[in-house]
């Protein structure tokens, strides 16, 4: 009895606490505090939303320019790939210079979570292009002097009225060290298969000059250890995966070079590291 | 630049930063303890002799907070302004732990909700984010959050206490906080799970209400109405 008295009492004041909201009071000093902060989580969320959005068409657009740099190894017209994969960045820069806007006047770390796995894939992309240019890691500088942006076209009356005289015009976008790391130790992934590749097309020298690359890269990330952040402890065990890998093929290339018939040695690469693939499924 | 010489660059950057952190959490482990000295004065409120001395307990309190004020100037310099966000989970437990303290101690003193610009200034923080250190309007918001279930629990004691109007005070108070929090749109994190757990103190509360109400101990029952 006490409980079903209970239940409907508390169904009533449900109904009266409901009505409450209906005619709450707005001039009251709680409701207006509270439509104030509604404004201000509101716009907070949407500026989120937006740079998750941002985020994930740079990490698309730069898979894409990585997918293109891999095909280097088998087409005769090297350069005109390199070109059509700098074409792809540039409307990446694009997609940034949409980031360093939307950020004009904020604190950076507050969304950083937002957009930084669209950073990394860039700075993945844009140091793969790098490398294979150059054969040399791009710095962090260099990644940053590109991702300064004239803000001519879509100046909205009201962005540029906020923004400080000073820099009216021109935005820059700051890739921290953090998002660097962690790309570089992405790029050494798609180095890796860039090898694997190059073997399975006769070439004997970008081996051995990837394998060399990986270990500077490995030994830098050994250095900094685990005074980083916790995703590059992470990446550092599938970084020594791909440079194992990378050292066998090196491994096989020199043992069997030179015993074996140039054109045949594809195949001999080719078995061996399907059986390595099949090796690694069962770790 | 060589790939040695770019890791180096990177891993004096690392090193930077940790000290920054380190420097911070020294001074937020002050704060903690401050913060837990006052709550130590204010959970004294409880007491059935506590109630009579809340005037007494908040003045104290009051006092206790400009350690706070102190202290948190001394964590605005441990780190350049604009990267606020960047070490931000390293006061953000204690900051909404104060947070909720100010609006306690606003609560005991006058039975309203403090504002933001109070918390801010009991605190010695700003409001806006351009103007440096500031409150975050997640965090005082966690703090009000974390009140309401303060506020339950004073309820109940205040009846054991033979206070039996207060908790039809605080019952309003809670109605139309909760109405105010009706009109946020959270999205699914922990200030979201914070507040799924306001329904709950709102049910206390309206429970005390109804003992006292049935047994007609309430002195002015019209007072716990829709007034």
């Known amino acids: 009895m006490n409980k079903r008295e209970g239940e409907g009492w508390s169904r009533r004041n449900v109904e009266a606490a409901q009505e409450r909201d209906v005619h709450a009071n707005p001039s009251s000093a709680v409701i207006a505090a509270f439509k104030v902060f509604q404004q201000e989580l509101d716009s907070r969320h949407d500026k989120y939303e937006r740079l998750v959005k941002i ?65 990394q894939e860039y700075v993945e992309a844009v140091s793969f292009l790098h490398y294979i240019r150059h054969r040399s890691l791009v710095s962090l500088e260099e990644i940053n002097a590109r991702l300064v942006f004239m803000n001519t076209e879509n100046s909205d009356p009201k962005g540029s009225a906020e923004a400080p005289p000073s820099g009216a015009r021109v935005l820059t976008f700051q890739v921290t060290p953090a998002d660097y790391l962690l790309g570089v130790a992405d790029l050494t992934g798609e180095l890796m298969r860039l090898c694997i590749g190059s073997v399975g097309n006769g070439d004997i020298d970008t081996p051995f000059q990837l394998s060399q690359f990986l270990r500077q890269i490995h030994d830098g990330f050994s250095y900094i250890g685990n005074t980083g952040p916790y995703e590059v402890s992470k990446k550092l065990h599938t970084l020594r995966q791909s440079l194992g890998k990378v050292e066998d093929a090196c491994y096989t290339l020199r043992v069997r070079g030179s015993e074996i018939p140039k054109h045949m040695l594809a195949d001999v690469f080719c078995s061996r590291t399907t059986h390595m693939d099949t090796e690694e499924g069962v770790v | 630049m060589s790939v040695t010489e770019m890791f180096s660059y990177i891993q004096g950057f690392l090193s930077a930063d940790q000290d920054v952190r380190e420097d911070i959490r020294k001074v937020v482990q002050n704060l903690e303890q401050t913060a837990r000295e006052i709550l130590t004065l204010l959970q004294s409120v409880h007491q059935p002799s506590g109630f009579k001395e809340i005037p007494s307990k908040c003045a104290k309190a009051r006092e206790l907070f400009s350690n706070v004020r102190t202290q948190m100037a001394e964590l605005k310099t441990k780190f350049p302004v604009e990267q606020y966000y960047r070490f931000h989970e390293h006061w953000r437990f204690v900051l909404q732990r104060l947070a909720f303290l100010a609006a306690f101690v606003v ?16 605190l010695g923080i700003e409001v806006v984010r351009e103007k440096g250190f500031h409150l975050d309007v997640e965090d005082f918001l966690a703090g009000v959050l974390i009140m309401a279930s303060e506020l339950s629990r004073l309820a109940v004691n205040s009846v054991t206490a033979r206070d039996y ?47 006292v109400s049935i047994r007609g101990l309430a002195k002015d029952p019209k007072s716990g109405g829709d007034k």
């Open chain 1, 55 to 119: 985020s994930r068409d740079i990490t698309i657009e730069s898979k894409r320019a990585i997918f293109l740099l891999h095909r280097v190894t088998n087409v005769p017209n090297a350069e005109g790939v390199l070109n059509e994969a700098e074409g792809k960045l540039d409307g990446v820069r694009q997609k940034i210079g949409q980031i360093a806007e939307e950020l004009r006047g904020e604190d950076i770390y507050q969304f950083h979570r937002a957009f930084t796995p669209g950073i």
């Open chain 2, 107 to 122: 609560y005991l003193e006058n039975e309203t909700l403090v504002t933001r610009e109070e918390v801010a200034q009991i």
């Open chain 2, 165 to 211: 109007s207060r908790p039809l005070r605080i019952s309003n108070f809670i109605n139309e906080l909760d109405s105010g929090f009706r009109l946020l749109n959270l999205k699914n994190d922990p200030l979201r799970k914070r507040y799924d757990g306001l329904k709950y103190d709102v049910k206390k509360i309206e429970e005390v209400v109804y003992d």
